[in-house]
């Protein structure tokens, strides 16, 4: 079935190391991927994406790694900081057109002072 | 800054009720976006819009229907409110290939 789903619901990582959060997708036509945080009682807020035709794609503080051959795609924060505690979503879009963004069930990130 | 609101933070209607969700986007944007978030289910589309009177069904559309007069407003209508359509409603908009953004929530409870 046509799914995007996180490996595990909750993260807890001490301030100021790397945190990694990753996904799964399992439709092969997706050719947009995209993550979002979503802090309390706020809407989503979008974070970083990348194209099918990238592997990697750096931000600030924040790379997303997509590989296609087992349909992977993972959120790597640097020196994580208490505000990046949130929920975590990635989504993809197979039509190319930013329509029909298929979420994930979400993961929280808990950083330890 | 894209500005995507939405009319109401709380609303609570009673069963049976025609309920109203409005939402206004300032950025002249294509597409604009209906989704419901619920615990340990994440977000689900309930329908889209690519255009002023266009709209297109979501993964669960059943029980809600939308409009789209003017390009900056999109209504989501819950014909007769239900309670299990207690949830957070949560209105996007965006250009055509390009991120999404969202509003902060209506979240409605049905009593």
């Known amino acids: 079935g046509e799914s995007v789903g996180l490996h595990l619901p909750t993260l807890s990582v001490q301030e100021g190391d790397n945190s990694i959060i990753n996904c799964a997708y399992s439709?092969?036509?997706?050719?947009?991927f995209i993550w979002y945080k979503q802090e309390s009682g706020k809407g989503p807020q979008f974070i970083i994406d990348i194209r099918s035709n990238m592997d990697k794609r750096q931000g600030q503080r924040v790379t997303v790694l997509l590989n296609k051959t087992v349909k992977h795609l993972s959120l790597q924060i640097a020196a994580t900081q208490p505000g990046d505690s949130a929920v975590y979503f990635c989504?993809?879009?197979?039509?190319?057109?930013?329509?029909?963004?298929?979420f994930g069930k979400g993961i929280t990130l808990s950083v330890r002072p | 800054d894209v500005k995507v609101t939405q009319s109401s933070r709380y609303l609570v209607k009673r069963t049976g009720e025609k309920v109203f969700l409005e939402c206004v986007q300032d950025m002249d944007h294509e597409n604009m976006f209906w989704y419901r978030q619920d615990p340990g289910l994440g977000l689900r589309l309930i329908y889209f819009s690519y255009d002023v009177k266009m709209k297109e069904k979501g993964d669960i559309p059943e029980g809600y229907s939308v409009s789209r007069e003017k390009k900056e407003r999109f209504s989501l209508i819950l014909e007769s409110a239900s309670t299990n359509q207690t949830s957070m409603y949560l209105c996007a908009s965006s250009l055509k290939d390009t991120e999404a953004f969202f509003g902060q929530g209506t979240r409605l409870t049905v009593v």
């Open positions: 989504a993809d879009d197979r039509t190319g057109a930013n329509s029909k963004l298929t």
């Open positions: 439709n092969s036509a997706s050719d947009y």
